[in-house]
């Protein structure tokens, strides 16, 4: 690994959880050394020296919800790491934490896969998350169990309360997962929509031949996402544990998390952009590449989560980043062709166009820039044991930086972006607002959008810091 030049970022106005200023940010071996005034005519002799004239500094973007070769059946979601993390970085995502485990295979062998894949082809920084089907029945040995994950260097789980086929755990054996993250701080993250009910409304659709896209949000209707969230939000509360939603997408499951809130439960949220920006309307209209679960919903939703947003309710926006290509959603989970929604591999595109979408909010005036940065960068770094490691502009951090053109504009269609997926979610859309320069400690690893010099290999696996129990 070579070091990198020192560099200076120059005229600027940074923006992170210490406030907006203007300053100079001064980068010494891929780290931050200085952020102050003047830099310039200071002891930054020799630096490389890019211009934020203009724009904003922000630390880079971390995505804590990705999913990069993820096979489902027959086909595998269009990102692996090195396309993955070079969509990430021309969009200013400086950090992922991917989601390692297919299926139900053992917690080791996941780990492996899932580092084999990264290894020599990240171009950013990434975590891993394991994703949790069984626990140990004795608690000592579950502790343990999360104790090697954090020796591992992975301080978060997730579970999943959907897809009895391959994923679903029942409520003993999250309660015993939430039990061991209150002895070993790591967080227990779970997917909130009830699969038993969800099951049954399928069932229904499809007996009554209801089987398109259109059907989608009918069977994974809110009800079933605020039933789950208010069923793991009692079993963290009564185990004194720390709960993580991810992708919330109702107004619904919003209400239902404030509730357990104001009940006392220790409990955070994320949202995603496709949440924030698109409607069921697409799914009515039988699209099948806006299938994803939970499903795209209604305004008066995406209206809840922007104001939960600006208000700290939801802290963080990740992008669930799966998607697939036109081809494999054709072909389906299954491999010869779908015949019902439930062989739709779903999922949607993300990675590269988070920073952008959520700063949309800002200048839609329903979001804070100090908002903005916070939910891209700064709550996930210090949710997800980072802190002191990447989220701030700041001494002695890594030099993981996002120069913000707020006036570069981008039209969002696929051969604008850089995922091996062949559409985007959000073609014909402009965005005002673009990074000009991404910085991954110290180097420069994209410049108006497009990657500078991509070395894949070069991004490291950053192992995370758990909850202090
Ligand atoms: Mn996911």
């Given at each position: 690994m070579d070091m990198a030049t020192d560099l200076v970022v120059r005229g600027g106005t940074v923006v992170d959880g210490s406030g907006t200023r203007r300053a100079d940010v001064l980068v010494r071996g891929g780290r931050i050394v200085a952020v102050e005034e003047g830099i310039a005519v200071g002891g930054a002799?020799?630096?490389?020296?890019?211009?934020?004239?203009?724009?904003?500094?922000?630390?880079?973007?971390?995505?804590?919800?990705?999913?990069?070769?993820?096979?489902?059946?027959?086909?595998?979601?269009?990102?692996?790491?090195?396309?993955?993390?070079?969509?990430?970085?021309?969009?200013?995502?400086?950090?992922?934490?991917?989601?390692?485990?297919?299926?139900?295979?053992?917690?080791?062998?996941?780990?492996?896969?899932?580092?084999?894949?990264?290894?020599?082809?990240?171009?950013?920084?990434?975590?891993?998350?394991?994703?949790?089907?069984?626990?140990?029945?004795?608690?000592?040995?579950?502790?343990?169990?999360?104790?090697?994950?954090?020796?591992?260097?992975?301080?978060s789980v997730k579970l999943y309360l959907a897809y009895p086929?391959?994923?679903?755990?029942?409520?003993?054996?999250?309660?015993?997962?939430?039990?061991?993250?209150?002895?070993?701080?790591?967080?227990?993250?779970?997917?909130?929509?009830?699969?038993?009910?969800?099951?049954?409304?399928?069932?229904?659709?499809?007996?009554?031949?209801?089987?398109?896209?259109?059907?989608?949000?009918?069977?994974?209707?809110?009800?079933?996402?605020?039933?789950?969230?208010?069923?793991?939000?009692?079993?963290?509360?009564?185990?004194?544990?720390?709960?993580?939603?991810?992708?919330?997408?109702?107004?619904?499951?919003?209400?239902?998390?404030?509730?357990?809130?104001?009940?006392?439960?220790?409990?955070?949220?994320?949202?995603?952009?496709?949440?924030?920006?698109?409607?069921q309307s697409h799914l009515e209209a039988g699209a099948p590449d806006f299938v994803c679960a939970p499903p795209l919903r209604q305004a008066s939703d995406r209206a809840a989560l922007w104001r939960a947003l600006d208000a700290g309710d939801v802290e963080v926006v990740s992008t669930d980043h799966c998607p697939f290509t036109t081809q494999d959603r054709r072909r389906g989970?299954?491999?010869?062709?779908?015949?019902?929604?439930?062989?739709?591999?779903?999922g949607l595109s993300g990675v590269e166009t988070r920073l952008s979408l959520v700063?949309?909010?800002?200048?839609?005036?329903?979001?804070?820039?100090?908002?903005?940065?916070?939910?891209?960068?700064?709550?996930?770094?210090?949710?997800?044991?980072l802190d002191g490691v990447k989220g701030a502009v700041r001494p002695g951090l890594d030099a993981d930086l996002v120069v913000f053109d707020p006036g570069a504009t981008r039209r969002l269609d696929a051969a604008n972006l850089h995922s091996r997926c062949d559409h985007s979610p959000y073609a014909g859309l402009e965005v005002t607002g673009w990074p000009a320069v991404t910085i991954s400690r110290g180097d420069v690893v994209a410049v108006g959008g497009e990657p500078a010099d991509p070395r894949p290999g070069r991004g490291r696996f950053v192992r995370r810091t758990p909850l202090r129990p």
């Open positions: 002799l020799g630096a490389d020296v890019v211009d934020a004239g203009g724009a904003y500094v922000v630390p880079g973007g971390i995505d804590v919800h990705t999913h990069f070769a993820l096979p489902v059946g027959a086909v595998t979601s269009a990102d692996d790491f090195e396309s993955g993390t070079l969509a990430a970085a021309c969009g200013g995502t400086t950090c992922v934490i991917d989601f390692a485990g297919a299926g139900r295979e053992p917690w080791q062998e996941a780990l492996a896969t899932w580092h084999d894949r990264a290894r020599g082809r990240a171009l950013v920084d990434y975590g891993l998350h394991l994703t949790v089907t069984e626990m140990p029945l004795d608690p000592d040995g579950a502790a343990q169990r999360f104790a090697a994950f954090v020796e591992h260097g992975v301080t086929d391959r994923l679903m755990v029942d409520d003993d054996t999250l309660g015993r997962a939430l039990a061991a993250s209150r002895r070993t701080g790591v967080r227990v993250c779970v997917h909130a929509e009830d699969g038993a009910t969800v099951e049954t409304l399928v069932a229904e659709a499809v007996a009554a031949g209801r089987t398109g896209p259109d059907a989608v949000p009918s069977v994974r209707p809110p009800s079933v996402e605020a039933e789950a969230v208010r069923r793991a939000a009692g079993l963290a509360g009564a185990a004194g544990a720390w709960l993580y939603v991810v992708h919330l997408s109702s107004r619904a499951g919003l209400q239902a998390v404030l509730a357990a809130r104001a009940s006392g439960v220790d409990i955070h949220t994320e949202t995603c952009p496709h949440y924030l920006h698109l409607e989970t299954g491999g010869t062709g779908w015949t019902d929604f439930r062989q739709i591999p779903g700063y949309q909010g800002v200048l839609d005036r329903r979001l804070s820039l100090e908002r903005w940065v916070d939910a891209t960068s700064g709550s996930p770094a210090r949710l997800f044991g």
